[in-house]
């Protein structure tokens, strides 16, 4: 199975990291055939180079489509990745892009998520990484959490293939909540890419 992993410079390319040590340890059963960022500073090139994985740059979010065609994975997976993604992307792979979203997308979009003590989780539709995590502080929220799911035309919404809590202590702040989420984050994008290996290899 081949994946393309999509970072910018936004993060420091810890779900990069992930996706490597997850192939390095067989617990995903593929290879990274592209690293792609946006900008050439960005920190998550310096694991692709340590690990001598290809790396292509994409500044422009018209030059997408054009590249990951190209590149052609089976799978491709954002993680920090800060371009908008053209519908003309999300409709050539379809079922292909996975999103790394800072909230519990429920099912359908009239549902709910139920966090591990029964309570509702928040989506955070629309919201990126730390006003996501200030947004679970901000509503009193008992668990925090996050979701991969593929891309689809609705925004921040589309077939959820995993999800992660975080208990939310009294003294938390957005660094010390969100460093702990990461960490499950990470787990949690090895986890799914497993499953997709799985089902990648019985097709």
Do not use: P
């Given at each position: 199975?081949?994946?393309?992993?999509?970072?910018?410079?936004?993060?420091?390319?810890?779900?990069?990291?992930?996706?490597?040590?997850?192939?390095?340890?067989?617990?995903?059963?593929?290879?990274?055939?592209?690293?792609?960022?946006?900008?050439?500073?960005?920190?998550?090139?310096?694991?692709?180079?340590?690990?001598?994985l290809p790396i292509e740059i994409c500044p422009k979010k018209e030059d997408l489509l054009h590249l990951l065609k190209k590149i052609n994975p089976d799978y491709a997976c954002l993680a920090g990745w800060k371009q908008i993604i053209l519908d003309e992307v999300i409709l050539a792979f379809p079922n292909r892009i996975l999103n790394l979203h800072p909230g519990l997308i429920p099912d359908e979009m009239d549902g709910k998520t139920k966090c591990p003590d029964g309570s509702e989780g928040l989506w955070n539709k629309g919201m990126l990484t730390t006003k996501a995590i200030q947004s679970f502080l901000d509503q009193k929220a008992t668990y925090a959490g996050s979701s991969i799911h593929f891309l689809t035309l609705e925004f921040d919404f589309g077939p959820v293939l995993g999800r992660c809590f975080e208990k939310i202590d009294t003294n938390d702040t957005v660094n010390s909540l969100y460093e702990r989420l990461k960490k499950k984050e990470n787990q949690l994008y090895i986890e799914v890419l497993h499953n997709l290996t799985v089902k990648f290899s019985a097709e």
């Open positions: 199975m081949k994946l393309a992993v999509l970072i910018s410079n936004a993060g420091t390319g810890t779900n990069l990291q992930a996706i490597i040590d997850g192939i390095s340890q067989g617990k995903i059963d593929g290879e990274i055939t592209a690293v792609i960022s946006d900008k050439a500073g960005a920190l998550g090139l310096e694991r692709a180079r340590k690990n001598h």
